[in-house]
C-alpha cells in the first residue's frame, strides 16, 4: 500500500487524490493527515520540508512534491493516463500544470500571510503582489484553457484543484468575472467525480 500524507483542506493533495482517481489507483493509496505545524509529526522525517503532499513508498521511500508524486503514479499505471508522453500535448499539460499551482502557491502565500501575521505586521504590498499572481493567472485560464469538453490532464486537474481552493479559502469572488471558467468547472465536475469526492469540507 501506497501511503499518501496530506490533509483534505490541501489543494495539492487534491490534485494528487484526482489524479489517482482518473489513473485507477485510489485503491492502492491509503490517505493520511499529516499536521504540517505539528513538530513531532513523522511528515518532517518523510519530507524535509514538512509538506503535503508527500507519498511514502512500500519500500519507505518518500516521493516529493505534487508534481514528483503524479508523475510516479502515472508512470506506474502504464504511463500517459494525466501526462502526455510526448510532443506538444505533454508541454501544454505541464505548463497548464505549473500555471494552476503558481495560482495555488500565491493564494496559500495569501491565506498564511493572514493566518500567521498579526494585524499589524501585514504587508499590503506583498499580498498585492500575491493577488496579483492570481489575478492575472485567472485571466489567462478564462483567455485560453476554459474550453470545456477538452483533454482531461493534469493540467486540467491542477487548474480544477486551484479553483475549488479560492472556492474554499475566498468564497468564490473569482467567479463573477470569469465566467467562461465558471462553466469550465461545471463540465469537468460532471466529468471527473473524483472532484466532488474530494470536496474539502466548508
Ligand atoms: N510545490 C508543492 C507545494 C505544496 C504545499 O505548498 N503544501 C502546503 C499545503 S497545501 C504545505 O504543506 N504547507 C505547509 C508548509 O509550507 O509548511 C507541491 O506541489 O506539492
Redesign the pocket.
Known amino acids: 500500500m501506497l501511503v499518501l500524507r496530506s ?1 483534505p ?5 487534491r490534485k494528487v487524490k484526482i489524479a489517482a482517481a482518473l489513473l485507477g489507483l485510489s485503491d492502492r493509496i491509503e490517505v493520511t493527515v499529516a499536521d ?1 505545524l505539528d513538530p513531532n509529526e513523522p511528515l518532517r522525517r518523510q519530507n524535509p ?5 508527500t507519498l511514502v513508498l512500500e519500500s519507505g521511500e518518500t516521493l ?4 514528483v508524486i503524479v508523475d510516479y503514479l502515472d508512470a506506474l499505471a502504464g504511463g500517459g493516463g494525466v501526462i502526455p508522453t510526448s510532443g506538444e500535448a505533454r508541454f501544454k499539460a505541464l505548463r497548464l500544470q505549473a500555471l494552476a ?1 503558481g495560482l495555488m ?1 500565491a493564494a ?1 502565500m495569501g491565506v498564511y500571510e493572514t493566518r500567521f501575521r498579526p494585524e499589524g505586521m501585514r504587508v499590503p504590498a506583498w499580498l498585492d503582489h500575491q493577488a496579483g499572481k492570481v489575478e492575472r493567472a485567472l485571466a489567462a485560464l478564462e483567455a485560453d484553457h476554459a474550453t470545456p469538453g477538452g483533454p482531461i490532464t493534469i493540467g486540467e486537474i491542477a487548474v480544477a484543484c486551484a479553483l475549488g481552493y479560492l472556492d474554499l479559502r475566498f468564497a468564490g469572488r473569482w467567479r463573477e468575472a470569469h465566467p467562461r471558467l465558471v462553466a469550465w468547472l461545471q463540465d469537468f465536475e460532471a466529468r471527473v467525480p473524483a472532484f466532488d469526492k474530494t470536496r474539502p469540507p466548508a
Open positions: 490533509s483542506a490541501s489543494p495539492f493533495g504540517t520540508l514538512g509538506k503535503i503532499p516529493f512534491d505534487s508534481r499551482d502557491d496559500l
